[in-house]
């Protein structure tokens, strides 16, 4: 081997001994920072759990309804003589609503009456003169059967007057009149429609697997788009018969006092049917809650068992924790397993957290 050799030789190993020393050193010192690398802490939005009395409750629609509806009509053709309300009224049970000409009706009533009367005394001078046996049975029967017929006459001829006398069935409220007076109506043309608002009906169905959790007198809370920031309370009153076998729900029907007549029938309604009320229960917001398919999780505020800060405090950290969430009801969702009364959980800023990183809390704002 030359001289010149030899110095090649020992200059490569010098060189690759130094890029190995090289990467070897920068390689520990690597392993050393990351090994004390501590991220910067997260900020986030933290609530505490809260312990309540939880309302449960199952949620339907459906449609009011009067409690008595009727679209008036006549039984008779005629002349609409009167109809005696203003659209829009309330009525009393037998108010006179509308009026059909009935003067030949008048007539024939007085002339019946006549005959009535006549028909009375001569039963009674029969009747007197049968007693003192001056005339036979059969003239006191043919007086008395003419007394029969001169009365079944007059009770005709006052069901044909109060046939175009139309009166309110019930009490209600009276819809837009659909005709005007002295116009000719047949028998059956809608005259008016007259709705019983105080109560008013509820109906909605409801998953036949729902109909164990039902019973009459449960209560009920009523929304309508009409009244958003009012709910209504009302009862159930009757449970159908049967289930649909087409859509295997269930017809149930509830009652609301309506005393204030701010509802009317045909109004759309989202209903809430109240459940026995639980006690103590866990809630927190549903901010809070990661769903996925693998289980529901929250991360846990807590303090770091090796982490401190520069005066040897512990720092915060989030641990996700998995649990088990129930109903949910205005921004708060029932957990049944996984946390406790008072744990701190984080409601905003999961996004940038994972398992055990330390965090700053700010709660000078909260999520909506």
């Known amino acids: 081997m030359t001289k ?3 110095i090649m030789i020992i200059f490569l190993l010098v060189v690759f001994g130094g890029i190995f020393g090289w990467n070897a050193i920068r390689a520990y010192f690597m392993k050393q920072y990351f090994a004390s690398y501590q991220p910067p802490p997260s900020t986030v939005s933290t609530t505490k759990v809260q312990q309540v009395n939880w309302q449960s409750y199952i949620s339907s629609v459906g449609t009011l309804g009067a409690s008595d509806g009727v679209d008036l009509t006549p039984e008779v053709s005629g002349i609409l003589v009167a ?9 009393k049970k037998g108010d006179l609503l509308a009026k059909i000409d009935d003067a030949i009706e008048q007539s024939d009533l007085a002339n019946n009456t006549a005959t009535l009367r006549l028909a009375k005394i001569n039963y009674e001078r029969n009747k007197d003169l049968y007693n003192k046996k001056a005339i036979s049975k059969s003239l006191l029967d043919e007086a008395e059967a003419k007394l029969a017929q001169a009365n079944a006459t007059v009770d005709k001829t006052k069901a044909l007057i109060a046939q175009k006398n139309i009166t309110a069935p019930f009490d209600g409220k009276v819809g837009i009149k659909l005709v005007d007076t002295w116009q000719y109506v047949s028998a059956g043309t809608p005259l008016v429609t007259l709705q019983a608002v105080v109560p008013m009906k509820v109906n909605f169905y409801l998953p036949e697997q729902e109909t164990p959790k039902l019973y009459v007198d449960q209560l009920i809370e ?3 788009d009409t009244h958003t920031t009012r709910s209504f309370k009302g009862k159930i009153t009757a449970i159908d018969a049967k289930v649909n076998k087409d859509t295997h729900n ?24 109240l459940l026995p009320q639980q006690q103590q229960v866990l809630v927190i917001p549903e901010t809070a ?14 303090p770091s068992d090796k982490a401190r800060d520069k005066e040897g405090k512990p720092l915060l950290t989030a641990k996700r924790r998995f649990v088990i969430a129930g109903e949910r009801q205005a921004g708060k969702v029932l ?4 946390l406790k009364a008072g744990d701190e959980v984080v409601t905003a800023g999961q996004l940038k957290l994972s398992d055990g990183v330390t965090v700053i809390v700010n709660n000078s704002t909260q999520p909506a």
């Open 4 to 6: 010149r050799m030899t």
């Open 83 to 91: 109809m005696p309300f203003e659209s829009g009224q309330m009525v």
């Open 222 to 224: 009523v929304k309508v």
């Open 250 to 273: 269930i017809l149930v029907q509830g009652i609301l006092p309506n005393d204030d007549k701010q509802l009317l029938p045909g109004l759309f309604a989202n209903i809430d049917i």
């Open 289 to 302: 809650v990661d769903f996925s398919l693998f289980g529901d999780s929250v991360y846990v505020i807590e």
């Open 335 to 338: 957990i049944s397993k996984g």
